[in-house]
């Protein structure tokens, strides 16, 4: 099977535990950017590979391998605690600083200097999108899933697998925003700079997002997370999760929101808009709130906090009460039934 245009960056993927420090994007994890991106952040992982023509705009720390694949750009200085793979054409505005060994490509411009501890050699190197998440990608979609855990695990060396942080090609991540074609996917206690641009965007727990969201498609924001901006989806779904906390407005197609979640702006829905309600303190069921019309963006707007389903929800606390409002209204029909056959029968 041929290999030419397979992409298996297909997506930006905010591993759990990420963090934004300072002008660094922090991860435990590798990270993995896609070719033609630009990255106004430092990146700090365990393994770091940039795509050919990539741009990072501050500095690279590297627990491990560092690999800047064909006519990439690094404002700033290259740090690799173990071997560094530098493409041809490469340029490094500060200084390249290398614990292992160095293979580094023709007509590549390290401006103040580079060190390295090992063996040094100047030839091209391999391309950086990285050979062995390309042969994970096949084995993927071959259905070899056991033979892919068994690659993962002999290339990790024994340390802990994780999540990488993945950044598509074509993609610019600023502390203003961050801009992407595919889906978005963030994972748990991340603390995040920047609105989310995104096909659709599925946000995590315990996460702090300072910016908005918005997505073509659907919009997922997870139990306990804060966002710090607006959350808008132009006609998918959009799901508020138990103790999430939203400082701002929401705007989508069909609306789902917990009622234990905190929106401080305004509700709109083009579609259906759902409460979803504990029953016993573990378990969800969604009821109605609002039923917008056919059309207008508007239809189904409402304050946060008020809603047409707000009665609903109130009589349907307390079951008992519930069933004493029936029978109240049972005996109310049957009396109102008597009095009229006795002025008919007089």
């Known amino acids: 099977m041929s290999l030419r245009g397979a992409d298996p960056i297909d997506e930006l993927s905010v591993p759990s535990g990420t963090t934004v420090e300072e002008h660094d994007l922090v991860t435990d994890?590798?990270?993995?950017?896609?070719?033609?991106?630009?990255?106004?952040?430092?990146?700090?992982?365990?393994?770091?590979?940039?795509?050919?023509?990539?741009?990072?705009?501050?500095?690279?720390?590297?627990?491990?391998?560092?690999?800047?694949?064909?006519?990439?750009?690094?404002?700033?200085?290259?740090?690799?605690?173990?071997?560094?793979?530098?493409?041809?054409?490469?340029?490094?505005?500060?200084?390249?600083?290398?614990?292992?060994?160095?293979?580094?490509?023709?007509?590549?411009?390290?401006?103040?200097g580079f060190e390295a501890n090992g063996w040094i050699v100047v030839r091209n190197p391999i391309p950086t999108i990285v050979f062995y998440f390309i042969v994970l990608s096949q084995l993927l979609r071959s259905g070899e899933a056991d033979a892919a855990d068994e690659l993962a695990a002999a290339l990790a060396d024994g340390d802990e697998a994780r999540d990488p942080l993945v950044i598509p090609r074509n993609a610019a991540v600023s502390d203003d925003a961050w801009r992407v074609s595919t889906p978005a996917t963030v994972g748990d206690d991340c603390r995040i700079?920047?609105?989310?641009?995104?096909?659709?965007?599925?946000?995590?727990?315990?996460?702090?997002?300072?910016?908005?969201?918005?997505?073509?498609?659907?919009?997922?924001?997870?139990?306990?997370?804060v966002i710090h901006g607006d959350v808008t989806s132009r006609g998918g779904t959009v799901r508020i999760e138990a103790g999430a906390h939203v400082l701002g407005d929401v705007s989508s197609g069909d609306l789902v929101v917990h009622e234990d979640a905190t929106i401080d702006g305004t509700l709109r829905a083009r579609g259906d808009?759902?409460?979803?309600?504990?029953?016993?303190?573990?378990?969800?069921?969604?009821?109605?709130?609002?039923?917008?019309?056919?059309?207008?963006?508007?239809?189904?707007?409402?304050?946060?906090?008020?809603?047409?389903?707000?009665?609903?929800?109130?009589?349907?606390?307390?079951?008992?009460?519930?069933?004493?409002?029936?029978?109240?209204?049972?005996?109310?029909?049957?009396l109102a039934a008597t009095s009229e056959t006795e002025t008919n029968g007089g």
């Open 29 to 112: 994890g590798d990270v993995l950017v896609g070719s033609r991106s630009t990255v106004e952040f430092g990146l700090r992982g365990r393994n770091v590979a940039l795509g050919e023509r990539t741009t990072v705009e501050d500095d690279i720390e590297a627990s491990g391998d560092c690999r800047i694949d064909t006519w990439c750009t690094v404002e700033g200085n290259v740090l690799a605690g173990e071997d560094a793979y530098i493409g041809e054409r490469a340029t490094i505005t500060g200084r390249l600083m290398v614990s292992g060994d160095l293979d580094i490509g023709d007509d590549v411009t390290v401006e103040e």
């Open 193 to 225: 700079h920047g609105n989310l641009r995104a096909k659709s965007v599925t946000v995590g727990e315990r996460n702090t997002v300072f910016g908005s969201l918005r997505a073509r498609e659907g919009i997922t924001v997870g139990s306990d997370t």
């Open 273 to 334: 808009m759902k409460l979803v309600q504990r029953t016993d303190g573990t378990e969800s069921a969604e009821g109605d709130v609002d039923n917008a019309g056919e059309g207008d963006e508007g239809a189904g707007e409402t304050d946060a906090g008020e809603g047409d389903g707000e009665d609903e929800k109130d009589r349907g606390d307390d079951p008992e009460d519930a069933a004493e409002a029936d029978e109240t209204e049972g005996d109310e029909e049957t």
